[in-house]
């Protein structure tokens, strides 16, 4: 399900980029899920039918290099589903303009690499007391927090 608010996203975002003469090429998609990023930098076929007609999608409208990671800390989208009543949020100025640093030139705006991790050598490990499913790489390090989608047209 994290992939949907990445394709409603693009899809709003091909709408207006459409009515407003905009060129897709010139916006730049921010998100707060690991899990998405690493799917969009990855190659669709490797995944299930689900995700992959999803990542199939976004591959087809934008470029991996479109996608970059902000934190959670600083994802608006974020605000209004942790609980922040609309008063709070009419007066939080990073509901109306985004993270602070989105005010910058795109040159200095943070960049976080990623490291993509060849399918083969990743393994999915079965927690059977919680019932829950771990990912570990080969270098055995956590990774992947869920949650919502910013996204800035430039």
Known sequence: MELLPAVLGLTLTLAICSSLKINIHQCIFWSDSMIVLYWIHSQSRKYKTFVANRV?????????????????????????????????LAGNPKWWHGPDFIENIPEIWPEHKMEIYDVAKVEIIRKSAYNSYVTLSENNDFRLEPTGTLIGIF
Not at 64 to 81: C, F, G, H, I, W
């Open 56 to 88: 199939g999608f976004i591959h087809s409208h934008t470029s991996p290099s479109q996608r970059r990671y902000v934190s959670t800390k600083e994802n608006p989208a974020d605000l209004a589903s942790r609980g922040t009543s609309i008063t709070e």
